[in-house]
């Protein structure tokens, strides 16, 4: 079990590595880095684009970077940093100009009260809730929620359709990262809304192999997966339904420091959010975790190409 653990844990660092743009791919660029925000703020002609440590968020902010690059703006990368607890305060000290957010789970963040969960409205309530440092520009119509998700045996057994049914079980055993445990809208949320019992709660990885095993395995009996993950149909995976709207809208939305959010910089990141489509998303994530692993920024460059956002 130890060296299976082991294993697993090797390939999510491998994942890791190359969504961060490692490597000598021709389209990697040099200024790329890694690890927790901090230091001085770029200087004022540069975006220093951020994204969180799971593949999708590294692809966008990849997309963000060489669409930018593309119109001849200056780009610096600090790639897989860490959870949104980890890169917010860069977002806030100037250390990070630039990172790709989802609407819901940000306004959560904020600790927002309005009870929004349509996209609309959750758009219009994170504008508000923003600090005056910071901006989102156009979110797109891509949109990846947390899901609690089981297996198919699993919801036979129980005869689980929704959040709710799995409620009425008291021998949960939860897999999800280790920041859901305690978010407004994991773990307590679940509890407040539907009265979820948590036998036992499994600090695994964002959506990723552990994840995934440990539901195919039976170490979990439920688990928290993004919804554009391509291993919930590849597993047959069963995403319980919401009725309660503990995890509101999600939407794809660029998160920019408002002194560099300029005019020229909100084109490029506005055109990208008119094409971003939840399908397109799905098939994204699908390459990025095909078995030879594509680079995150040669991916990202191809679906540009595709929709005709690179001269």
């Known amino acids: ?17 190359a969504a961060c743009g490692g490597g000598s791919d021709p389209l990697t660029p040099a200024a790329t880095t890694t690890g927790a925000p901090g230091g001085s703020p770029a200087p004022a002609g540069t975006i220093t684009v951020g994204s969180a440590n799971f593949p999708e968020s590294t692809l966008l902010a990849e997309i963000y970077a060489a669409a930018l690059e593309d119109k001849g703006i200056t780009v ?12 917010y305060p860069g977002l806030l000290d100037g250390s ?8 819901g789970v940000l306004l959560t963040h904020l600790g927002d009260q309005s009870g929004a969960s349509e996209s609309d409205a959750v758009y219009k309530a994170l504008q508000t809730a923003l600090p005056p440092e910071l901006t989102v520009l156009e979110q797109s119509a891509a949109e990846n929620k947390d899901a609690v998700v089981v297996t198919k045996a699993t919801a036979d057994e129980r005869g689980l359709k929704s959040i ?9 055993v939860f897999g999800g990262p280790p920041e859901f445990q305690k978010r407004a809208d994991g773990i307590p949320g679940l509890q407040e809304k539907y009265g979820l019992k948590i036998k036992e709660y499994k600090s695994l990885d964002v959506g990723g192999p552990l994840t995934v095993d440990a539901l195919k395995t039976g170490a979990v009996l439920a688990a928290d997966l993004f919804t554009t993950d391509p291993a919930i149909t590849a597993n047959g995976f069963v995403v319980l339904e919401d ?7 999600q939407n794809v939305v660029p998160l920019a420091n408002k002194a560099k959010a300029t005019p020229e910089v909100a084109e ?3 055109g990208i959010s008119a094409k971003l489509t939840t399908e397109a998303l799905i098939e994204l994530n699908g390459k990025l975790n095909a078995p030879e692993k594509p680079d995150a920024a040669k991916v990202a460059q ?3 190409t595709s929709v005709g956002l690179l001269s």
């Open 164 to 172: 709710a049914d799995l409620a009425k079980s008291d021998d949960v």
């Open 268 to 270: 490029v990141l506005n």
């Open 302 to 304: 191809e679906w540009l």
């Open 76 to 87: 610096e990368r600090k790639l897989n940093i860490g959870s949104r607890e980890t890169y």
């Open 1 to 17: 079990m130890k060296r299976a653990l082991a294993g697993l844990t090797a390939a999510v660092a491998t994942l890791a590595l």
């Open 96 to 103: 990070i100009d630039l990172i790709p957010e989802y609407t």
């Open 243 to 249: 009725p309660e709207s503990n995890f509101a809208a």
